[in-house]
């Protein structure tokens, strides 16, 4: 039976942080909670009908802030999702949570509810950046974070954000030190991006401060490489290291690998294959929009050419590579020329970017769809 990943997007906040565009709004206790959480039960039914047989290998609760809802809610979705498709025996179920009081409190629940995997914003180990960040905890609220989790979940992973002004790669290898030492299995390191719509895009427009420059940017991307990979830890994707094979999110490899995922909740993007065509799908953002819609999914078809693009660059984001099975259509001479130069490599089954092709990959990929 072919895997289904599901991504559910819960989209409150308990602050609007300020480099974040992802689709949120601040959590006030609204009351229209529970109706859009019964309309993303509602789409979850939808989206199902006509999909035929899968298998529910992952769910992923995204945000937003997805640790701000009950837990009894979250086991009523994967309720609902099980009703709708099998469980594979080993499915992986992220929550992606934030490490305040309130919210380490739960984190029993949401085991009991049937989550096995916590995603945890931590952001930063260091005060002073947290506060720059606009966080609403500290670093020693993190590691409580962090020390809860690893005794309720067997798996537990981190987000940090770097390329802050003023941070040097010494202070960002000490950071990712003591991450490490926490024992977590895996790290998301994101490189800041000044999102133009967000206060830091504001901010850095007025010239309030400045962003690193794109040398030191990149030797704090060398510093993640080096300093995670001393530690012990496999760069599998751009920005995704784990402690080996297992501990990779299974999630996100589905996703880079083009298994089809269903995206419920509002703004929720999916990949769903029917009649043999891939539809990219996108789920109405505006909140009440999408909880009063009969049917708030807008599906366009992808042609063959897009989805090869989209395998393309996705897959060579993974340090295994895309299969070449996904990218029949490649222009072999301009592969073989970034092959020449160090830039790509092959093996029987697969193309991947090679470490120095992999900090260019954005220029790799103009080459070879251009
Ligand atoms: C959308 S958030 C949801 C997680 C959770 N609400 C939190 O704040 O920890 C997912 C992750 O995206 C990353 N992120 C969001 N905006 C970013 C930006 N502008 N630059 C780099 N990373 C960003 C953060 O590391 C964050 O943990
Ligand atoms: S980073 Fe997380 S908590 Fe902050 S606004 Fe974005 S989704 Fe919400």
């Known amino acids: 039976m072919e895997p289904l990943a599901l991504y559910v997007h819960w989209p409150y906040c308990s602050r609007i942080c300020p480099y974040c565009d992802f689709n949120v709004t601040r959590d006030r206790k609204q009351a229209g909670q529970r109706a859009l959480?019964?309309?993303?039960?509602?789409?979850?039914?939808?989206?199902?009908?006509?999909?035929?047989?899968?298998?529910?290998?992952?769910?992923?609760?995204?945000?937003?802030?997805?640790?701000?809802?009950?837990?009894?809610?979250?086991?009523?979705?994967?309720?609902?999702?099980?009703?709708?498709?099998?469980?594979?025996?080993?499915?992986?179920?992220?929550?992606?949570?934030?490490?305040?009081?309130?919210?380490i409190a739960r984190y029993e629940g949401f085991r009991v509810a049937g989550v096995n995997r916590l995603s945890l914003g931590v952001q930063a180990l260091d005060d002073e950046a947290l506060r720059f960040l606009g966080r609403n905890h500290s670093a020693q609220d993190a590691i409580r974070?962090?020390?809860?989790?690893?005794?309720?979940?067997?798996?537990?992973?981190?987000?940090?954000?770097?390329?802050?002004?003023?941070?040097?790669?010494?202070?960002?290898?000490?950071?990712?030190?003591?991450?490490?030492?926490?024992?977590?299995?895996?790290?998301?390191?994101?490189?800041?991006?000044?999102?133009?719509?967000?206060?830091?895009?504001?901010?850095?427009?007025?010239?309030?401060?400045?962003?690193?420059?794109?040398?030191?940017?990149?030797?704090?991307?060398?510093?993640?490489?080096?300093?995670?990979?001393?530690?012990?830890?496999?760069?599998?994707?751009?920005?995704?290291?784990?402690?080996?094979?297992?501990?990779?999110?299974?999630?996100?490899?589905?996703?880079?690998?083009?298994?089809?995922?269903?995206?419920?909740?509002?703004?929720?993007?999916?990949?769903?294959?029917?009649?043999?065509?891939?539809?990219?799908?996108?789920?109405?953002?505006?909140?009440k929009a999408y909880t009063a819609a009969t049917d708030p999914i807008a599906a366009t078809a992808l042609s063959p050419q897009e989805a090869e693009e989209e395998a393309l660059m996705l897959g060579l984001r993974l340090i295994d590579g895309v299969r070449w099975t996904r990218i029949p259509h490649l222009d072999r001479e301009k592969a073989d020329a970034l092959i020449t130069d160090g830039f790509l490599e092959q093996t029987r089954e697969r193309l991947r970017a090679t470490d120095k092709g992999r900090v260019v990959l954005d220029r790799l990929l103009l080459e070879l769809l251009g």
């Open 37 to 103: 959480f019964d309309a993303m039960l509602a789409d979850l039914q939808r989206q199902a009908e006509g999909l035929g047989p899968r298998r529910l290998a992952s769910v992923f609760f995204g945000g937003g802030t997805p640790s701000l809802l009950p837990p009894e809610w979250v086991a009523e979705l994967i309720a609902t999702a099980s009703e709708l498709f099998p469980l594979s025996g080993n499915i992986e179920i992220t929550l992606e949570a934030n490490p305040t009081d309130a919210e």
């Open 145 to 287: 974070g962090i020390e809860t989790a690893q005794t309720v979940f067997g798996r537990v992973s981190l987000d940090l954000i770097y390329a802050l002004p003023g941070q040097t790669p010494e202070g960002w290898a000490a950071e990712l030190r003591r991450a490490a030492a926490l024992e977590v299995e895996h790290i998301s390191p994101y490189q800041l991006t000044i999102e133009p719509t967000t206060a830091f895009g504001r901010a850095v427009r007025r010239g309030v401060w400045a962003p690193p420059d794109p040398e030191l940017a990149e030797a704090l991307y060398q510093t993640t490489q080096d300093t995670l990979g001393d530690l012990g830890f496999e760069a599998y994707e751009v920005s995704n290291h784990a402690r080996g094979p297992a501990a990779r999110s299974a999630h996100n490899v589905f996703i880079w690998e083009g298994v089809d995922y269903m995206g419920v909740g509002p703004g929720g993007h999916g990949r769903l294959t029917r009649g043999g065509v891939r539809y990219a799908t996108v789920a109405e953002p505006d909140l």
